[in-house]
């Protein structure tokens, strides 16, 4: 397998892992849209990244995500909703043992990808680390975090593990993937739909807690059926700690409503209550929290699928 690591959607986190696999010396290449974008980057001189007060740049190399040539292993760092899409443009470049890590928010666009590419390995990714584009094709590293990598489907770890340590990409291989992913969007649909309606930061909850609560005690049965019983402990607990943890900050859901662009609810909040559909699970709180996002997005003339 060829050890160059291919980053599709260099976009705040996509940027993070480029840079600092290209600082450790690893092979990278971003694939990016179409020529324009190709030509915007180049005129840029490549990606910059800032952590604290020092900044570097790193001329990788990029190219268009139609260009020839074979991919064996591949970042997908898009959003949910571009997932499937970016993936479906260089699904006929992928190698016959094509690695895919899918760094997505939320579920369901993870199986639409390995739908697309039943040939190649998808894995899984959960991340809490924080970075954001102070302008194209310049990421700031805002918050350290942690990445928890998994494949639902095969336990073996692959061989190129190693290097994530060697880029200081703090990762963890874990059997539980889904476990973590779970919990997470459980997390999310408890914290960011509320912080949009109640336009607050995470800290303004703490005047809601009757209501997160609610949707916690709906979320853990959700949980519980889903066959996700480890994700479902101490929930409530968890939130709480999230929004006292994180108080000053604006959940990634408000900040895109702010800025008017396309959320993730359809891969959060709207696959939780798509769940629990399937599973027969009564979630009342969940479903008018999300009938009550989907009429705020739609005021502000914003999707909701």
């Known amino acids: 397998m060829s050890s160059t690591w291919h980053i599709l959607g260099p976009g705040s986190l996509g940027s993070l892992w480029a840079c600092r696999l290209a600082r450790a010396g690893k092979a990278v290449q971003l694939l990016l849209r179409d020529h324009q974008r190709l030509a915007a980057y180049r005129a840029a001189g490549g990606l910059t990244l800032v952590e604290a007060q020092q900044t ?97 489907l095969n336990p073996a770890q692959p061989d190129w593990f190693g290097d994530l340590q060697d880029a200081g990409i703090p990762a963890e291989w874990t059997v539980d993937i889904l476990t973590r992913l779970w919990r997470k969007l459980a997390l999310n649909c408890a914290i960011n739909p509320l912080t949009v309606l109640h336009d607050c930061a995470n800290g303004g909850l703490l005047g809601h807690l009757d209501a997160i609560d609610s949707l916690c005690r709906e979320l853990g049965e959700l949980l519980e059926q889903a066959g996700q019983p480890q994700a479902a402990q101490d929930l409530a607990e968890d939130v709480q700690w999230v929004i006292l943890a994180t108080a000053a900050n604006y959940s990634s859901m408000y900040q895109d409503v702010q800025a008017g662009r396309r959320t993730e609810v359809h891969y959060l909040l709207g696959y939780a209550c798509r769940v629990a559909k399937r599973h027969a699970v009564a979630t009342p709180a969940l479903e008018r929290l999300h009938q009550r996002l989907v009429d705020k997005l739609q005021a502000r003339n914003l999707p909701c699928d």
């Open 56 to 152: 570097t740049s790193f001329a990788i190399p990029a190219q268009c995500c139609d260009d020839s040539g074979p991919i064996h292993r591949v970042l997908v760092a898009c959003k949910a909703y571009d997932a499937a899409a970016a993936v479906a443009c260089i699904a006929p470049r992928l190698a016959s043992d094509a690695q895919l890590i899918l760094l997505q928010n939320g579920l369901g666009s993870q199986d639409e990808v390995a739908a697309l590419v039943p040939q190649a390995r998808c894995i899984f990714a959960s991340s809490t680390e924080g970075a954001y584009r102070e302008q194209d094709w310049q990421v700031r590293f805002a918050g350290q975090g942690f990445n928890w990598l998994g494949d639902p």
